[in-house]
């Protein structure tokens, strides 16, 4: 069974850091491109950032540049987003999601993991 | 950045009827546009990629159209499974990635 389970989600202050992971099972993981997607509660998808499947090319939003990380470890079959100077409109559900062969769309997505930032 | 514009915000529907959902691009995206069902609770599910091809297991109600910068999903024949805001995407450059706003698909 093809699956994505994030993790890593929480309550932080603004300001703070927090590093979300992404377990892929069912699939070749190191074959794909790679998403984070999030919606804030009541809101819209918002694409967050992505990564080739080598590494070599990664995409953010322009709202988390500067910010966010992405990562990937094919042996590991994980995805990471690491989240530096976490502001309050970065409270959201955050999924991990796996690009289709030619990146053609988003084919298997995870259930999410919620970040919240309060003080 | 590319912009998706979705309309209506919201469409009310019977059961059994057509729904028609649109999205306009700022600028061209070719036939670089999918589009996904997200019910609450759950996961965002493809539908349609590359404009017009439905993804695996999808049925043949959802059908979509369109290239360039008008693009257009239709649900013949509306399910109750199938109320459900609606995503379109554009997937021109996969590393600047943007959605729609979304269509709210309700029961009339």
């Known amino acids: 069974e093809v699956r994505l389970v994030e993790s890593g989600g929480g309550l932080v202050q603004p300001g703070g850091s927090l590093r979300l992971s992404c377990a892929a099972s069912?699939?070749?993981?190191?074959?794909?491109?790679m998403h984070w997607v999030r919606q804030v509660p009541g809101k819209g998808l918002e694409w967050v950032s992505g990564?080739?499947?080598?590494?070599?090319?990664?995409g953010y939003a322009d709202s988390v540049r500067g910010r966010f990380t992405i990562s990937r470890d094919n042996a590991k079959n994980s995805l990471y987003l690491q989240m530096n100077s976490l502001r309050v409109e970065d409270t959201a559900l955050y999924y991990c999601?796996?690009?289709?062969?030619?990146?053609?769309?988003?084919?298997?997505w995870g259930q999410g993991t919620t970040v919240i930032i309060s003080s | 950045e590319i912009v998706l514009t979705q309309s209506p915000a919201t469409l009310s529907v019977s059961p059994g009827e057509r729904a028609t959902l649109s999205c306009r691009a700022s600028?061209?995206?070719?036939?670089?546009l999918a589009w996904y069902q997200h019910k609450p609770g759950q996961a965002p599910r493809l539908l349609i990629y590359?404009?017009?091809t439905r993804a695996t297991g999808i049925p043949a109600r959802f059908s979509g159209s369109g290239s360039g910068t008008e693009f257009s999903l239709t649900i013949s024949g509306l399910q109750s499974e199938d109320f459900a805001v609606y995503y379109c995407?554009?997937?021109?450059?996969?590393?600047?990635?943007?959605f729609g706003g979304g269509t709210r698909v309700e029961m009339k």
């Open positions: 600028q061209s995206v070719g036939s670089n």
């Open positions: 069912g699939f070749e993981f190191d074959g794909y491109t």
């Open positions: 999601a796996k690009d289709s062969l030619h990146n053609t769309g988003m084919d298997v």
């Open positions: 590359s404009a017009s």
């Open positions: 995407h554009q997937h021109n450059n996969w590393l600047e990635v943007t």
């Open positions: 990564i080739s499947w080598s590494s070599g090319s990664k």
